[in-house]
């Protein structure tokens, strides 16, 4: 019992004269540790302190992102890693998002939307700075932007050029100078009108060889050449007034022509000309007001010439050569909807040549109706007008594809616009525009007994016809009669 007793005691002193020694040895370990440290400390104090790496984080992005510098190779041979900062990377997000930005603005340059759905509403910003983000188009935005309406503007340069295809959208000159007032254009054409007068007076001769010259050299005129040609248009002598007007439409053919041509005041003595007494005059004045009508600063000038060319039209016996040059530049002046509402009075006798005339003046009087279609404000007034009598065999796979294209599209048009519009012809068509109830165009394409034979026309063409724009059109027409 005793000697259990000694080795207790004795086991309870190594132990604790250990744990002594531990606590020395680990102290005089700290001590040697520390003090090797701080020598190696001082060794690594040549190198520079922007060796070390950084991680930044710019705010408002996801917990995802690091933003590392540019890598640097030193002579050391060790890889340096610089952060960009803040504000550095603002400016690198803005030039990206200025350039995004201008591409999409470039897209929405060349489609040419319309002005009731503009792609973008309202006031937006794209002002940069160094501490703040741009304000860049939505994806939204974008969609909407690479979408297109069915718009088809059918625009012919000549009687004898090719028609392009309807399915395919013709970019149209935009110009932001602002319209002159009604005063301000009468003063102007007063004081153009006695310059070109005095003109022809002084210098006939020298005019006329000026003309020559201009006949034989289709190029950019200068000013004074558009003016030489504006003062000829003032001379009684038939012949020299019928070849100047030749020439004007030839060289209407260029943008820059079109504008020397209506700041020298032509297109003012060119309306005045549609009521010459001599036919050819009149036909040599249509034809040069055509072509100088595809230029949007010339349409806002051209209110005048309307009514004249719309009488060619609704004449009860029209000459054919007349009614097909005034259909052609009525055509080009409906490219756009600045004289939209000028259109009323003649859509009856439209859909009466579609149904009725000459191969020729029907093709020219339904790309004219395609071009008021594509304004959803016309639409009503369309579809109340007398519809032609054979539409439904117009439709035929046996159709000229000229005309048959021209009527799908047409059509397309009309049903799209109605459905989108959810028109009621109880309310909404016109009643000052309007036929007798059984006669008008809605009841042509939606009236109880022809809606399904429509249709079935339609499916036909949609899926059997060899040409791809009538198939196109067709389907459009078939999904809106669908709905």
Excluded at 186 to 191: F, G, I, P
Excluded at 322 to 340: D, F, R, S
Excluded at 390 to 400: F, H, S, V
Aim: proline share 5%.
């Amino acid at each position: 019992m005793a000697n259990s007793a000694t080795n207790d005691k004795t086991v309870n002193k190594v132990a604790l004269c250990s744990a002594i020694f531990a606590g020395f040895a680990y102290v005089g370990y700290s001590v040697v540790r520390t003090a090797f440290c701080r020598k190696l400390g001082r060794r690594e104090e040549g190198y520079p302190e922007e060796h070390r790496i950084y991680f930044r984080r710019l705010s408002q992005t996801t917990q995802t992102d690091v933003l590392l510098g540019n890598l640097d190779l030193t002579g050391t041979g060790k890889v340096v890693l610089r952060p960009l900062t803040v504000q550095d990377r603002i400016r690198e997000l803005n030039l990206k998002a200025r350039m995004f930005t201008d591409t999409m603005l470039a897209i929405q340059a060349t489609t040419g939307p319309s002005p009731r759905h503009g792609p973008m509403p309202g006031p937006r910003s794209l002002q940069c700075s160094p501490w703040g983000s741009p304000r860049i188009l939505s994806p939204v935005d974008v969609r909407h932007i690479l979408s297109s309406r069915s718009s088809e503007n059918l625009v012919m340069l000549g009687l004898g050029s090719p028609a392009p295809s309807p399915v395919k959208r013709r970019w149209t000159r935009r110009s932001l100078r602002r319209q002159r007032s009604p005063v301000a254009q009468s003063a102007q054409r007063v004081c153009q009108q006695e310059e070109a007068e005095k003109l022809l007076r002084d210098t006939e001769d020298e005019l006329r060889l000026r003309l020559e010259a201009i006949t034989h050299r289709q190029r950019v005129m200068a000013a004074s050449e558009a003016k030489s040609l504006v003062a000829l248009l003032h001379s009684n002598d038939e012949i020299l007034l019928e070849r100047t007007l030749i020439t004007i439409a030839n060289c209407g053919t260029f943008a820059g022509n079109q504008d020397m041509l209506r700041e020298a005041g032509c297109l003012f003595r060119l309306t005045k000309l549609l009521t010459y007494p001599k036919t050819n005059v009149q036909l040599a004045a249509i034809k040069a007001l055509g072509n100088l009508a595809l230029n949007e600063d010339n349409q806002k000038e051209l209110k005048d010439a309307i009514p004249v060319l719309l009488s060619f039209v609704n004449k009860e016996q029209p000459l054919e050569k007349l009614v097909l040059c005034a259909l052609v530049t009525l055509t080009n002046i409906a490219v756009l909807t600045e004289w939209h509402d000028e259109f009323y009075p003649v859509f009856h006798n439209l859909y009466h040549l579609v149904d009725s005339a000459s191969p020729q003046i029907r093709l020219q009087a339904l790309k004219l109706l395609i071009n008021l279609s594509c304004n959803e404000d016309m639409v009503p007034s369309l579809l109340a007008a007398q519809a032609p009598r054979r539409l439904i065999y117009l439709l035929d796979l046996t159709m000229n594809e000229e005309i048959l294209l021209r009527v799908v599209t047409l059509l397309a048009n009309l049903t799209k616009t109605t459905r989108e519009l959810n028109l009621d012809p109880a309310v909404d068509l016109p009643a000052e525009d309007k036929a007798a109830s059984p006669d008008t165009m809605y009841a042509a394409i939606f009236g109880v007994n022809v809606h399904e034979k429509i249709r079935s026309k339609v499916f036909v063409l949609m899926n059997q016809h060899p040409n791809e724009d009538i198939r196109v059109q067709a389907r459009k027409m078939y999904e809106a009669l669908k709905s």
